[in-house]
């Protein structure tokens, strides 16, 4: 049975070059490593639908929380049974996104903290209700939100398809969501989590060395 390790973050953390830093890492050391993200765009109808929310385009549905945390959860939801066989067969299922997006990026659009309701609510749904495996370990991929929207900014120039959406473009949010993202790391949400410092170059070696 693989570990199921998340990395989590704001928009712009690095979370994908961190991704494939451990993948590398790991790799080298002889595990088995199978990447997976969230949400499924392209892949699976709720993450699409998702997309179309944070562009706007799903009026009422945009501004509902809990009717934008529900479509996250259910691309989870058709993902579980993946996500478990992924278990039986790698040493290691890294995850670049997954139930704690929803907790931080909810509380964070209600002004609520880690305390508050949608985080319990999420737990809850995908967990208790959807039975989506809890992750091992989570990573949080630690970031100030100049840099993160920084790093946004930039991807949208270079990439078209990349444009920011409506959770990306909003400094405040993201500041919310930090802030709810230590919490929940503190409070070990889940799983036991580890801070790393995304702004210089992450040292792989030695955060995998700790797996
Ligand atoms: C996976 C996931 C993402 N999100 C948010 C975080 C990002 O701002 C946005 C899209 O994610 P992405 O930019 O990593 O593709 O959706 C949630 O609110 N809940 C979730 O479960």
Known sequence: MGKLIVIEGLDGAGKNTLARAVTEELTARGAHVIGR???????DIHADLAR????????????????MALLFALDRRAAA?????????????????YVASNAAYGAARLHQDADGE?????????????????PDEQILLRVPVAVAADRARSRESTDATRARDSYESDDSLQTRCGRVYEQLADRGWLSPWRVV???????????????
Do not use: C, K, M
């Open 81 to 97: 049974d993946q996500l478990r066989a992924d278990l039986d067969r790698a040493d290691v299922v890294l995850v670049d996104r």
């Open 118 to 134: 949608i985080v319990e609510w999420v737990r809850a749904l995908e967990i208790d209700r959807f039975g989506i495996p809890v």
């Open 37 to 43: 993200a969230f949400p499924r765009y392209g892949e």
């Open 52 to 67: 179309d929310g944070l562009h706007g385009r799903l009026g009422d549905l945009t501004e509902s929380v809990n009717g």
């Open 197 to 211: 410092d995304g702004v210089g170059q992450v040292d792989a070696a030695s955060l995998v060395a700790a797996f």
